[in-house]
């Protein structure tokens, strides 16, 4: 055989090896996907979307959280009502704060065909993220029909009041041993719904008897819920927040416990 052939076959090799490299790379990438259906709110002067998504540089936006999955090497996309086949393609659901009929005109609610497909990818191995609000700022009812499914309900109440710059009345200090606060002694939490919980949903954080933070490992995959957006970009890093806070530091730890499912998926 000439010398030409064995050179066409270098390079058809190398071409093949590259390309399984890539592809096997891309089908392993873990993909985020954060709601902008039930959280749909424009900025009344651009008229674009805002508020808690990945594009939202602002202090109201959560591109830093985005930043930290893109760290982990996760890829980071915004999707729109979660059908089967939308879930299919992320590995990691994030909802936060719900519409309310006085952030949106025509809210979009958690449906009971949304519900059960949610419901179901969590259970073939979805790491679900629910980031709530307080009262009034989100619509509870519809959530809770999704909430419920995983033992969790919100309460329609505000819990953590911070007065002005008063970021001490924000403040949780005596941290459980769990994950989510491993390198972590405080953490700020201003205004939060608190949660009830039933059957096989377990608590993570409790203060004063109530429950802010909990979970559930349903099925294959896991549930963590808060009620409060919590770590958008304006309470994340030191911004305003004092050093003594370690948000940042939860937050990737949180980042980690949703991106360790997609492992076992």
């Keep these: ?24 790379n891309a ?3 873990p993909v985020v996907g954060l709601d902008n259906w039930y959280n749909h709110e424009t900025n009344a002067k651009t008229g674009k979307p805002f508020h808690y998504i990945w594009t939202d540089t602002e202090n109201s ?3 830093r959280w985005g930043e930290i999955f893109s760290s982990r090497g996760a ?21 936060v704060d719900p519409d309310t009929t006085t952030e949106s005109s025509y809210p979009n609610y958690l449906a009971s065909a949304d519900i059960k497909a949610i419901k179901q990818w969590v259970k073939n191995g979805g790491a679900l993220a ?20 995983f033992g969790m309900s919100f309460n329609h109440v505000t819990l953590h009041p911070v007065t002005d710059s008063d970021y ?10 769990h994950p989510l606060f491993k390198g972590v002694s405080k953490i700020y939490i201003k ?31 896991y549930v ?3 009620g409060d957006p919590w770590i958008y970009n304006e309470y994340i890093d030191h911004d305003r927040l004092p050093e003594s806070f370690e948000n940042r530091k939860a937050a990737e730890n949180l980042t980690d416990i949703l991106l360790e499912y997609t492992k076992k998926k």
Excluded: W
Excluded at 75 to 95: A, D, E
Excluded at 135 to 145: D, G, K, R, S
């Design 75 to 95: 890829k980071i996309t915004t999707i729109g009502r979660p059908s089967t086949n939308v879930l299919s393609k992320i590995n990691v659901y994030i909802i």
């Design 61 to 63: 936006g959560y591109s």
């Design 191 to 221: 205004e939060v719904s608190d949660i009830n919980l039933s059957g096989t949903a377990k608590a993570i954080l409790v203060e004063n008897g109530k429950v802010l933070m909990a979970e559930n490992k349903f099925g294959k995959g």
């Design 130 to 149: 629910v980031l709530a609000n307080d009262a009034p700022n989100c619509e509870f009812t519809h959530l809770n029909m999704l909430m419920s499914e």
């Design 168 to 177: 001490e009345m924000g403040a949780c200090k005596n941290l459980p041993d």
């Design 1 to 24: 055989m000439g010398k030409k052939f064995y050179i066409k076959r270098y390079f058809v090799l190398t071409f093949l090896v590259v390309f399984i490299f890539f592809t096997q």
């Design 224 to 226: 963590f819920a808060i």
């Design 27 to 29: 089908k392993s990438q």
